[in-house]
Every structure is written in C-alpha cells, then in structure tokens.
Antibody, heavy 119, light 108 residues
C-alpha cells in the first residue's frame, strides 16, 4: 500500500529557504504517467498546487510560485523534495505531498507538514 | 487564469438529506474536474475524477456530473461521516497545472 510521509523544517525565518522531503513507500517511483506533487493549504484556506516532478526528473510548477520553487526526485532513496526560497509569512501553511493519478488528480496524500514562517 | 467558484460556502443539513454542491469554472474546462472531501486535521480524499468517475472505495451515494463550466457533486442520504469540507479541482491538459475551488463546508 502506497504511503507518503513529509519531513523537514517546521519553522522558517523570513527570507530563508524551506526544504521538505516526501518519503515514498509501497510503490515504485519509476511508473510512467504518474507525477509526484507538492500542495499546500494556508490556515483555514483552500488548497494550492505548488508543482510536480516525474520520475525522469522533469518538473512543472504553478506559475505563481515558479520563480521560487524547485522540486526534485531521487528514485534511489524513494523520495522527492521541495525547496521554496524567499519565504514570507504568506507561505505559512500545511504542506502536503501527493501522487497524481494518470489524469492528474490526487489519490494518495501524505499527512501534511506544518510550516510556519516567523522571525 | 481559470477560476473555480464553489457555492454555497456553507450548508447546514440533516442526516438522510440529499445535497448538491456546485462548482463553476470561469472558462470551459471540458471534463477535467474532480472533487475531494476533507475532514479536520486530515489530508483531502479524492472522491470523483474526470467529472463522474468514483475513486476507489467511494460509496455510490456520491455522484459527480456536469461539463464545460458547470459541475455538481450530489450526495444522496447524508451519513454522519459526510459532514466535511468539499473542494473541486480542475486540471489543465499539458503542461500539468491545476487549481482548486475555495470549498463548501457541510455542517450538521
């Protein structure tokens, strides 16, 4: 059974870089047609897609975050990662990793990692 | 940018009632729409994808419909576990991109 688990910095200083990793178990990351995604949810708000990466390493981003986000994959460690630069209070959110279906909906999610931006 | 608008923001209902949630797109998005359920402290759960296909394990009381710009999620005979927030999501074709509606909260 597929499981995803986020880990990384829970508290980030303003202007610093957020680094999160999603560990994948119970599934091969080399399956074609599926993507590995990062999404976030600010407190009491809706969901925002940050971007995704395929097993080839090719990544795609939400245009609103493209200049700040980098998503990478390491199939040898069964993980993929998010770096988000120039963090501000507006980036405070619960960050989720998720696997897409072939038609780019999200059937499998991690439990979420709470990230706060504060000095 | 295509915007998804969900209405209403909150619905107060009783057990056993039938409810229809609305999701309207600012432009034609074809059949590229899904629905999620989210309970407090949990990740979203995929219910419906490609407008009307139920995800694995989703009960048949959940039905998705619509096309183009107007979409609906209908829940027949509300169960206690159905009281949650529901989000719609659209996906682009290629390159991959998606966005979500702001959600509808179902409260008992």
């Amino acid at each position: 059974q597929l499981q995803l688990q986020e880990s990384g910095s829970g508290l980030v200083r303003p202007s610093q870089t957020l680094s999160l990793t999603c560990l994948v178990s119970g599934d091969s990351m080399n399956s074609g047609g599926f993507s590995w995604n990062w999404l976030r949810q600010a407190p009491g708000q809706g969901l925002e897609w940050i971007g995704c990466v395929y097993h080839s390493g090719r990544a795609y981003y939400n245009p609103s975050l493209e200049r700040r986000a980098t998503i990478s994959v390491d199939t040898s460690t069964h993980s993929f990662s998010l770096n988000l630069t120039s963090m501000t209070a507006a980036d405070t959110a619960l960050y989720f990793c998720a696997k897409s279906t072939g038609s780019f909906f999200f059937a499998s999610w991690g439990q979420g990692s709470l990230v706060s931006v504060s000095a | 940018e295509i915007v998804l608008t969900q209405s209403p923001a909150t619905l107060s209902l009783s057990l056993g009632e039938r409810v229809t949630l609305s999701c309207r797109a600012s432009q034609n998005i074809g059949n590229y729409l899904g629905w999620y359920q989210q309970k407090p402290g949990q990740a979203p759960r995929l219910l419906i994808y490609d407008v009307s296909k139920r995800a694995a394990g989703v009960p048949p009381r959940f039905t998705g419909s619509g096309s183009g710009t107007d979409f609906s999620l209908t829940i027949d005979s509300l169960e206690p576990e159905d009281f949650a927030i529901y989000f719609c999501q659209r996906r682009a074709g290629w390159p991959p991109m998606c966005s979500f509606g702001q959600g509808t909260r179902l409260e008992i």
